[in-house]
C-alpha cells in the first residue's frame, strides 16, 4: 500500500502548480492527510493538512493564501494547489497520511509517507 506523489516540475516565480498525491490502499478516508517540503540542508517542514473528511485544513504561515490542500476520497487523493510560487518554495514534496490524526505540524506523527516529488521555482 502507497503513497504516489506527482505534480512537480521547473516553474517561474509567480506561476502554479498542482501537485497529486494517490493513495493505492482502501483505507484512505481514515487518513488526516498532509503535504511537508524538505529543501537540500533542511529538515523536513509541515506545509498543509486536511482532515479525513476534508472538513478541515490548516498551513504553514509561510504558505498561508498561496496553497491550497483539498482531496477526493472518491479518488483516493489528496492535492495541493501552489499559487503565486516563490523561490523559496524550491523543495521536494512529500504526502503523508495520519490515522485520524489531528493535522498535526509534526513530520513524526505520521505514519505512512510518499516518495516525494521536485518542486523548483526560478526567480
Known amino acids: 500500500v502507497q503513497l504516489q506523489a506527482s505534480g512537480g516540475g521547473l516553474v517561474q516565480a509567480g506561476g502554479s502548480l498542482r501537485l497529486s498525491c494517490a493513495d493505492s490502499?482502501?483505507?484512505?478516508?481514515?487518513?488526516?492527510m498532509a503535504w511537508f517540503r524538505q529543501a537540500p540542508g533542511n529538515e523536513r517542514k509541515f506545509v498543509a493538512a486536511?482532515?479525513?473528511?476534508?472538513?478541515?485544513?490548516n498551513y504553514a504561515d509561510s504558505v498561508k493564501g498561496r496553497f491550497t490542500i483539498s482531496r477526493d476520497n472518491a479518488k483516493n487523493s489528496v492535492y495541493l494547489q501552489l499559487n503565486r510560487l516563490k523561490p523559496e518554495d524550491t523543495a521536494v514534496y512529500y504526502c503523508?497520511?495520519?490515522?485520524?490524526?489531528?493535522?498535526?505540524?509534526?513530520?513524526?506523527?505520521?505514519?505512512?509517507w510518499g516518495q516525494g516529488t521536485l518542486v523548483t521555482v526560478s526567480s
Open positions: 503523508a497520511g495520519d490515522y485520524y490524526g489531528p493535522g498535526t505540524v509534526a513530520a513524526g506523527a505520521y505514519e505512512r
Open positions: 490502499g482502501r483505507t484512505f478516508s481514515r487518513y488526516t
Open positions: 486536511v482532515s479525513w473528511s476534508g472538513g478541515r485544513s
